[in-house]
């Protein structure tokens, strides 16, 4: 079983809508979390990381971590067609590995 | 400016014929990674090493090799290529493991 899944996407919203992105892990051990963002033929580009409970806003993204159900997500708020890419949700376990989810791609509708 | 390179780019290459990629970053960073991506199974991670001399497996190691002789360079190997590892090829590399800086990727075609 994967460590960290996303089940969610493809996602289309409209220019100046919220999208919501949601991924799960498997290991209660895991502390940390973080969102990546990868345009079509680039690298990964870190957005956000977490490590508490609870949310953490960064300008128009927050990330929501509830270990007790133990998912991660990411709120775009006031979408913009720059955000269209794939997000990639990553845990960091404790044998020095960061697992990656395989990635939910956003198109912002202009 | 703090960066990950890899070379090369792009890389077109025959089964069995051995190659090397190269990975460097100037962050002085202990951590260093190797994924390969592939449509639907995101990021895979190769080998990791956690400083010089160290290294170790990750989640998809069957025919490739690193080594880590210096603290910037950390080389991925394949001995013998063949058809499965046509793949795009990220190196990253971290202070601690967590936060991870990626480099600008080896697109690899095996034929």
């Known amino acids: 079983q994967k460590e960290v899944e996303q089940n969610s996407g493809p996602l289309s919203v409209p220019e100046g809508a919220i999208a919501s992105l949601n991924c799960t892990y498997s290991d209660r051990g895991s502390q940390s979390f973080f969102w990546y963002r990868q345009y079509s033929g680039k690298s990964p580009e870190l957005i956000m990381f977490i490590y508490s409970n609870g949310d953490k806003e960064d300008g128009r993204f927050t990330a929501q971590l509830n270990k007790a159900s133990q998912y991660v997500s990411l709120l775009i708020r006031d979408s913009q067609p720059s955000d269209s890419a794939t997000y990639l949700c990553a845990g960091y376990f404790n044998d020095y590995k960061l697992s990656f989810g395989a990635g939910t791609t956003v198109t912002v509708r202009a | 400016e703090a960066q990950v390179t890899q070379n090369p780019r792009y890389l077109i290459t025959v089964t069995g014929k051995k190659l090397t990629v190269t990975c460097s970053q100037n962050?002085?960073?202990?951590?260093m990674s190797w994924y390969r991506q592939d449509p639907g199974l995101g990021l895979r991670q190769i080998y990791y090493s956690m400083n010089v001399e160290v290294t170790d497996k990750g989640d998809v190691p069957e025919g490739y090799k690193v080594s880590r002789k210096e603290k910037r360079n950390f080389p991925l190997i394949l001995e013998s290529p063949s058809p499965n590892q046509t793949s795009l090829y990220f190196c990253?590399?971290?202070?601690?493991?967590?936060?991870?800086?990626f480099g600008p990727g080896t697109r690899l075609l095996v034929l």
């Open positions: 962050m002085n960073h202990e951590y």
């Open positions: 990253a590399s971290s202070k601690n493991g967590e936060t991870q800086y």
